[in-house]
């Protein structure tokens, strides 16, 4: 089931902060946030593990709530190059079979 | 990290026809996933290609469609079967272990007339 991230898209002047909010129906192993720009491929931002372990970008902090399956992507101090679409991904593994689903996105626009 | 290539990087089709997606990367790895976006939505899981075994497909994907190969621990292809024009889509290969990040291949965008 696709996770539900907000708000589907926001806009912000330069050096701005904004909070992207991603929550699932599902328990999670964890969370995944990627950075979309227009007619390139996603690219990794963060991971945030059960237990608190934070894999990532180190300008960019995320939070991880297992008991409510939500995350929140912080961007603090927005810089134009942050423009683009923002994904969650929640992930869930069975066995030997990993399945990461994707939120419906949010589009970020900062302008100078 | 890695660094993944696919051809083509886009193709038009006629409807009733198929294309085969390559996907290349350059190191070896053992989960490789197919995924589709169709222009401003989401990525879409479409299957799972390990070496060794078939692929495992999500809900709403059927091998006869789309079905994939896994010859060795670099290379998958994805074929789109008797394309139709709802099948106009970008097309993006992935590879990533579980709990790790996930890099994607810079797609294929595909129209189907």
């Known amino acids: 089931q696709q996770p539900v991230q907000s708000p589907q898209a926001v806009i912000l002047r330069e050096g701005e902060d904004a909070v992207i909010n991603c929550s699932s129906s599902k328990a999670l192993y964890s969370v995944h946030w990627y950075r979309q720009k227009h007619g390139e491929a996603p690219v990794f931002l963060m991971i945030l593990l059960k237990g608190g372990e934070q894999k990532g970008h180190e300008k960019i902090s995320a939070s991880f709530n297992e008991k409510k399956q939500q995350s929140s992507l912080y961007l603090t101090a927005s810089q134009l190059s942050y423009s683009g679409t923002y994904f969650c991904?929640?992930?869930?593994?069975?066995?030997?079979?990993?399945?990461?689903?994707f939120g419906s996105g949010t589009q970020l626009t900062v302008l100078p | 990290s890695a660094v993944i290539s696919q051809k083509p990087s886009r193709d038009i089709c006629q409807r009733g026809t198929s294309l085969t997606i390559q996907c290349q990367v350059d190191?070896?790895?053992?989960?490789m996933f197919w995924y589709r976006q169709q222009p401003g939505q989401s990525l879409t899981l479409i299957a799972t290609a390990n070496q060794g075994s078939e692929a495992t497909y999500e809900s709403g994907f059927v091998i006869d469609k789309f079905p994939i190969s896994r010859p060795n621990l670099t290379f998958s292809t994805l074929t789109v079967s008797n394309m139709s024009p709802e099948d106009s889509s970008i097309y993006l290969c992935s590879v990533g272990g579980a709990m790790e990040e996930q890099y994607f291949g810079p797609g294929t965008r595909l129209t189907v007339t």
């Open positions: 991904g929640t992930e869930r593994i069975s066995g030997s079979a990993r399945q990461l689903t």
């Open positions: 190191s070896q790895v053992t989960m």
